[in-house]
């Protein structure tokens, strides 16, 4: 398994910008698809953006345009750029990397999580 740890996360503004990073413990980041969930309050973690070994993403419907992940196997991190922030993207945001070389929109297809960290956009 990987070790993830998000940092990056905080309040913000509607309309600002925030940067999420994960970083990955072991030689075999670089192995595993890495996606971004999150979870709001009394909802379940969905999906949020996915980026493969060789760099292809997908992203959920309701951040599209605005969110873009990205990822640097030297340094084994994983990034989520969040722009144009909404108060509906408020929530704790985890990152997490696949079973195997799974690309996948699904939690069931992610063996490693990190903890969590907070995004609150204010209206």
């Known amino acids: 398994q990987v070790q993830l740890e998000e940092s990056g996360g905080g309040l913000v503004q509607a309309g600002g910008s925030l940067r999420l990073s994960c970083a990955a413990a072991?030689?075999?980041?670089?192995?595993?698809?890495m996606g971004w969930f999150r979870q709001a309050p009394g909802k379940e973690r969905d999906f949020v953006a996915v980026?493969?070994?060789?760099?292809?993403?997908y992203y959920a419907d309701s951040v599209k345009g605005r969110f873009t992940i990205s990822r640097d196997n030297a340094k084994n991190t994983g990034y989520l750029q969040m722009n144009s922030l909404k108060p509906e993207d408020t929530a704790v945001y985890y990152c997490?990397?696949?079973?195997?070389?799974?690309?996948?929109?699904?939690?069931?297809?992610?063996?490693?999580w990190g903890q969590g960290i907070q995004v609150t956009v204010s209206s």
């Open positions: 980026v493969s070994l060789t760099g292809s993403t």
């Open positions: 072991g030689r075999t980041f670089a192995s595993h698809a």
């Open positions: 997490a990397a696949s079973r195997g070389s799974i690309f996948s929109m699904s939690t069931r297809d992610y063996s490693s």
